[in-house]
């Protein structure tokens, strides 16, 4: 029977992984509203405001032939884009600690300027604002999420899943981004998916090859957690098994009114900075 999706459950990466690192987490950053706005709620940080940035300049250069794509400087384009999260929108508490930051960000795109390497290949697009489909039209499931690159394989008429990485740590194992990714690029578009790599700007000349699991494998643990956070949302529980962990206190604090509101976002979420 066909299903509404406006009325269906949709899941991410980032919104499971923020169930399976704490349910109440989950329920404070994307179900919970605020009375008054009726926007969800989020906290910004320097470390989200680095990757925001970096990724909105790596990604747009899949929009552009490939003959053009280095003829506008990447440190130009990145001077613009970080306008949006300067400040305390991007969760800075003063301008050392901001340039500190930016300047990171500046090393991850001079390395990508120096060692082009898979962004000077043809990309594939999947046109959609947010790319989605139905996981299980059955349970009224959607999976949802944004690919940062893929770029196009000619040998074999393929393409190959690329993630940009800005944080210093080396994704888990365990992570579901790739299934995701895997299962996303799958549906939404029509060639094979060859391989997948992480990209680590901050210390990688190249992306890392990552080994993809099969399709099976990836619907299966994908459902299965899509599965968990359905149920939670029918039953309206959203326990923190440890009575207040590292993830959900912080979004307590905008409950409480003790967080700075700083500005709305996109998606109209209202962006909060936690003082320390």
Known sequence: MAQDKYSA???????????????????LRNVYKDPVTRHKI???????????????????????PVAERFETSLLETYDTVWKKVSGKLGGFTNEQEEQIVKERGAQMLKRVIDHPGPLQQKAIKIHKDLPNYYLSEEENIVLC?????????????SVHIIDFKTGKNDESASSLQLPVY????????????????????DRDNEPVSIKLPSLEEAHEKVLNTARLVKEA??????????DGC??????????????????????NQDLYIINK
């Open 9 to 27: 459950v949709w899941v991410s990466n980032s919104s499971m992984s923020d169930f399976l690192q704490c349910p109440r987490l989950y329920y």
């Open 182 to 201: 895997l299962l996303l690029v799958n549906k939404l578009q029509s060639r094979t998916v060859s391989g997948a790599s992480y990209w680590y700007l």
């Open 145 to 157: 999420g944004k690919i940062d690159w893929l770029e196009y394989i000619p040998t074999d008429d």
């Open 42 to 64: 989020n906290i910004v940080n320097p470390s989200l405001a680095l990757g925001q940035s970096v990724h909105e300049v790596l990604e747009a250069l899949s929009l552009i």
């Open 246 to 267: 590292f993830g959900c206190r912080p979004f307590e604090k905008i409950i409480e009114r003790v967080a700075e509101f700083v500005g709305v976002g996109g998606y």
């Open 233 to 242: 949302r029918l039953k309206g529980e959203y326990l923190c098994p440890r």
